[in-house]
């Protein structure tokens, strides 16, 4: 490995979010599932949770995803609770975006993501399921004034991410220092790729 590869790893590595992930349940278009993946790792997560209990988990190409599923874990479940269960044992909130008429939605701005938390996003045609929306910590809506209901699942995955960024930026918590075993074993796994 070059100098210059061991040093870009090295400052990713730094800067990786542990604290905070993304759940896709049951995303079918593996258009969708490679831009969120995208977005994720561009944002400095490293672990992503996937809910397929609905849909086959669509097979990912690596000019789509520009190759981000090599750097993001991706954990497999069959159902919310399993899924959820796990995320609450690492000390997650989960907070659910989801059209729900008969739930309090907080807006998407009244969320703390420098907290541990988890965002997850649903399908494109059903959103996310009311299993999941019910077993959550909140549910909330990105704020929209035009005629358009939603945004597209990537797109709503992106500008959920990008405020927990601001907000994290904002904190200073891309300059945060992991010790040196976590950082010996971040970058063994990243070097390994």
């Known amino acids: 490995m070059t100098e210059k590869r061991y040093k870009k790893i090295l400052s990713v590595v730094e800067k990786r979010q542990d604290d905070l992930t993304i759940v896709l349940e049951n995303i ?19 672990e992503v949770y996937l809910i397929y209990n609905t849909n086959k988990f669509p097979r ?10 090599k750097w993001v874990t991706l ?5 919310v609770e399993e899924c959820y269960g796990i995320l609450k044992e ?4 989960i907070y659910t975006t989801h059209l729900a008429e008969n739930t309090e939605n907080a807006s998407l701005y009244d969320l703390d993501f420098t907290e541990r938390c988890a965002i997850v996003v649903g ?15 909140k549910n909330f809506v990105i704020p929209m ?3 358009i209901q939603s945004l597209n699942v990537s797109v709503s995955a992106a500008v959920c991410l990008y405020e927990a960024l ?13 010790s040196e075993t976590e950082l010996n074993k971040k970058l063994e796994k990243y070097t390994k790729k």
Request: no cysteine; net charge positive; glycine share 8%.
């Open 28 to 46: 079918h278009d593996p258009h969708n599932v490679s831009a969120i993946l995208r977005s994720v790792e561009s944002v400095g997560i490293d």
């Open 60 to 69: 990912i190409g690596r000019v789509s995803s520009a190759s981000a599923n």
């Open 75 to 79: 954990n497999k479940f069959k159902t």
């Open 90 to 93: 690492k000390g997650f909130k």
């Open 123 to 137: 399908n494109e045609h059903a959103g996310v399921s009311e299993e999941a929306v019910r077993l959550s910590d």
């Open 145 to 147: 004034y035009g005629m």
């Open 166 to 178: 601001r907000q994290r930026q904002v904190k200073g918590m891309y300059e945060r220092k992991f």
